[in-house]
């Protein structure tokens, strides 16, 4: 069987970096999240060029910490190779179905689908058109997500990907399947763990990082951590606060039974301190 290429699919996070540096690939691909909203414009105007240069289209701001645009482009000094930056509709226009608002929540994540895996998706059929090896960065302790993915595959291990060939006179879409991918887990496969990441980039201050990647305002995270996030990204946080009390507080918010606005009102724990990873730091936004 002729060998696949290789594609790392990086979040900007510590571990997904480190499959970066230490599991060359053909492809690196970066999906990177946006707003079009100005009150999170990122500060520096020549890096908001270089951006939307490589994205090919408008770089207003996003709503992942602002080092997370940092962290990409270090990590490709770094790593002496390019990475390909993909960017599909703005958060503001992922929400906005038919001139109303509407949430992402843990059980309707369109947002991941939108904004991460489209993007990723489009780029391969752009680009490759073929099937790849996709390395994933689950780490040593990550089997249970890895074998939930791969539950996902084929009997060869490769998962189809579904695109839209045309659309009819009527709007129907006509799709089609692909074998896009088969995934690949190297830190499991190499037993490696947290602590050998951590050491790695201690030791190895080129690349900064943010305090959590992924969205400050993730519905994943449990409200203690939204709300020390609330204190530290502001603005940022402010924006989903703002799309809840756009849709009135119907029916739905990111997060069930309470309002981003509760969160930030709460007292702040005592108890929380800075962690290093999160269940997005993999290259794939949890999925």
């Given amino acids: 069987m002729e060998k696949l290429k290789t594609v790392n699919s990086l979040s900007g996070g510590k571990t ?28 520096d105007a020549k890096i908001r060029q270089i951006v939307s240069d490589k994205i090919g289209q408008e770089f207003i701001g996003t ?4 080092v997370i645009i940092k962290t990409i482009l270090e990590l490709e000094q770094f ?14 226009e992922v929400i906005n179905r038919s001139g109303k ?16 895996l489209e993007p990723i998706n489009k780029w391969w059929k752009e680009n490759i058109n073929e099937t790849v ?12 997500r890895a074998k939930k993915m791969m539950n996902r595959c084929d009997e060869n ?6 695109f839209i060939e045309s659309t009819n006179e009527n709007g129907r879409n006509k799709w089609k399947s692909y074998p896009m991918r088969k995934p690949k887990f190297p830190l499991i496969e190499d037993n490696i763990f947290k602590d050998e990441i951590v050491e790695f980039w201690d030791n190895n201050k080129q690349v900064p990082f943010a305090y959590l990647n992924n969205c400050v305002g993730c519905f994943h995270r449990n409200p203690i951590l939204l709300k020390h996030l609330s204190i530290k990204e ?18 739905r918010t990111f997060k069930n039974g309470m309002t981003y606005d509760k969160i930030k009102e709460h007292k702040m724990q005592s108890d929380l301190f ?6 997005c730091d993999s290259g794939y936004c949890g999925i």
């Avoid at 970096?17 to 053909?26: E, G, I, Q, T």
């Avoid at 608002?101 to 991460?116: A, H, S």
């Avoid at 291990?157 to 579904?162: H, T």
């Fill in 16 to 43: 997904s970096s480190f499959l970066a540096v230490k599991y060359p690939a053909d492809y690196n691909v970066f999906s990177l999240v946006r707003t079009n909203d100005k009150n999170c414009l990122y500060p």
């Fill in 101 to 116: 608002i509407y949430l992402p929540n843990v059980t309707q994540r369109f947002c991941t689908v939108e904004m991460k």
């Fill in 234 to 251: 502001p603005i940022k946080f402010e924006w989903f606060a703002k799309q809840e009390r756009d849709t009135g507080y119907g029916t």
């Fill in 63 to 66: 709503l992942e910490e602002d």
């Fill in 79 to 92: 790593i002496g190779k390019k990475i390909d930056w993909v960017s599909g509709k703005t958060f503001d």
């Fill in 157 to 162: 291990g490769i998962m189809w990907q579904k």
């Fill in 133 to 144: 090896e996709m390395r994933i960065g689950y780490r040593a302790n990550e089997s249970k």
């Fill in 274 to 279: 800075d962690s290093d990873f999160n269940e």
